[in-house]
T-cell receptor, first 113, second 111 residues
């Protein structure tokens, strides 16, 4: 089965530093998402991306966050100045089209110290 | 944002038991529904889609009740390996297509 690939699997950073989380979506998928999950809590929507632009973002996705698809392959999430509360597992997910199932990457565990 | 609600549990059952989870959703226009399984610190993985007519996959049965706006998951003959968190996912229609997760129901199957 095709896979969504995420790197790195773990990222440790100091508060205030910038981090970039990377995802390689499945090639024929059209919708891309970033979700996060704080330990012990629910999977929360951050942002959706379709046709090379953000289609929706949650209230969590403030000015510190940005996404881009720089080369038509990678899909990145950047956190400009990390806070302690950004510590979470970040999942990239993609789908082929509406009403289809999500394919998840294995996640990046971000720890902000 | 539209809500998806689940009883967090945990449901603690012996091997061989039958257990059922429910999930309620607030948007009556929601169009597609899924159950995902999540193991600790892993990504969610699709368990099964939920169809209007109900569907079964081995020991797992999913049903949709549109009138009452809930979906259910029934697990028969529970195995130790079924221990996980079960996530309900609801896809809402409209221009912004956002699969929305419930907080999950924890299942512990013991010998």
């Amino acid at each position: 089965e095709p896979e969504v690939t995420q790197t790195p699997s773990h990222q440790v950073t100091q508060m205030g530093q910038e981090v970039i989380l990377r995802c390689v979506p499945i090639s024929n998928h059209l919708y891309f998402y970033w979700y996060r999950q704080i330990l012990g809590q629910k999977v929360e929507f951050l942002v959706s991306f379709y046709n090379n632009e953000i289609s929706e973002k949650s209230e969590i996705f403030d000015d510190q966050f940005s996404v881009e698809r720089p080369d038509g392959s990678n899909f990145t999430l950047k956190i400009r100045s990390t806070k302690l509360e950004d510590s979470a597992m970040y999942f990239c997910a993609t789908i082929t089209g509406v009403n289809e199932k999500l394919f998840f990457g294995s996640g990046t565990q971000l720890s902000v110290l | 944002r539209k809500e998806v609600e689940q009883d967090p549990g945990p449901f603690n059952v012996p091997e061989g038991a039958t257990v059922a989870f429910n999930c309620t959703y607030s948007n009556s226009a929601s169009q597609s529904f899924f159950w995902y399984r999540q193991d600790c610190r892993k990504e969610p993985k699709l368990l099964m889609s939920v169809y209007s007519s109900g569907n079964e996959d081995g020991r797992f049965t999913a049903q949709l009740n549109r009138a009452s706006q809930y979906i259910s998951l029934l697990i028969r003959d529970s195995k130790l390996s079924d221990s996980a968190t079960y996530l309900c996912v609801v896809n809402d229609p409209g221009g912004s297509y956002i699969p929305t997760f419930g907080r999950g129901t924890s299942l512990i199957v013991h010998p």
